[in-house]
């Protein structure tokens, strides 16, 4: 940061604005139905305070309650809409054959 160097929007949670350490997989959720990284602090603070009970902090969209179902259909509804953040998430899943789908 001190030497110029930026990171992209995308590398910052959207609730607490802080940098997501790498490897971002390790330390941010991706969230199927409004397709933002959010820390996992964030997710640990909303459910330790009962803010929301099993619900997205960011969107507030209940969780979903068969995971791989709702989710993926909430993630193709995203990448319907044109988002690239779902569009890439759905090819990882795509690559790695999770949720039901072809590998």
């Given at each position: 940061?001190?030497?110029?160097?930026?990171?992209?929007?995308?590398?910052?949670?959207?609730?607490?604005?802080?940098?997501?350490?790498f490897?971002?997989?390790?330390h941010?959720?991706?969230?199927?139905?409004c397709?933002?990284?959010?820390?996992?602090?964030?997710?640990?603070?909303?459910?330790?305070?009962?803010?929301?009970?099993?619900?997205?902090?960011?969107?507030?969209?209940?969780?979903a309650?068969?995971?791989?179902?709702?989710?993926?259909?909430?993630?193709q509804?995203?990448?319907?809409?044109?988002?690239?953040?779902?569009?890439?998430?759905?090819?990882?899943?795509?690559?790695?054959?999770?949720?039901?789908?072809?590998?």
């Amino acid at each position: 940061y001190s030497q110029g160097h930026e990171r992209p929007e995308g590398d910052f949670c959207p609730l607490c604005l802080l940098a997501i350490p790498f490897p971002q997989h390790d330390h941010a959720l991706l969230r199927p139905c409004c397709s933002k990284l959010v820390c996992k602090g964030c997710c640990l603070m909303t459910r330790k305070n009962q803010v929301m009970d099993n619900a997205c902090p960011f969107c507030r969209t209940p969780e979903a309650k068969n995971v791989d179902v709702e989710a993926l259909g909430r993630l193709q509804k995203r990448v319907a809409a044109r988002d690239p953040e779902a569009i890439c998430y759905l090819g990882d899943l795509y690559c790695d054959g999770e949720c039901g789908l072809e590998k």
